[in-house]
């Protein structure tokens, strides 16, 4: 159910215009360039990300996201999964920004972002 919240957060975030630094969030998995699941625990994820509220604190951030509205817009473009035996990274987001980063090494460590 948590996750169910995350991902309505993020949608919300996205539709609401509410969206820094370049995620797309996108309902279909062929067009992700990563598939992410959302943790309810900190000790879970591979990554920690606070979702920031303008665009200029997440610029070339791998722990700072910034929901944009538009595909051309995003650095990277991500599916959100249910499951985590398919996800490409799983995340928790965290409301304090100094908590955000990388919890253990990931092939993915600082190739989110342009």
């Known amino acids: 159910m948590i996750r169910s919240v995350f991902a309505g957060a993020i949608l919300l975030a996205v539709s609401?215009?509410?969206?820094?630094?370049?995620?797309?969030?996108?309902?279909?998995?062929?067009?992700?360039s990563l598939k992410v699941y959302f943790t309810q625990y900190r000790y879970e994820a591979d990554l920690v990300?606070?979702?920031a509220?303008?665009?200029y604190e997440a610029l070339g951030k791998d722990a700072i996201w910034y929901y944009v509205q538009q595909r051309y817009q995003a650095d990277v473009r991500v599916?959100?999964?249910?499951?985590?035996?398919n996800a490409d990274l799983?995340?928790?987001?965290?409301p304090h920004r100094y908590e955000a980063g990388w919890r253990r090494s990931h092939p993915w460590t600082g190739r989110l972002f342009k």
Do not use: I, N
């Open 79 to 85: 599916f959100v999964t249910t499951q985590r035996y």
């Open 49 to 51: 990300v606070y979702v």
């Open 53 to 55: 509220p303008e665009r």
């Open 90 to 94: 799983k995340v928790f987001v965290t």
């Open 16 to 32: 609401s215009g509410l969206s820094a630094g370049q995620v797309f969030v996108t309902t279909a998995q062929w067009d992700a």
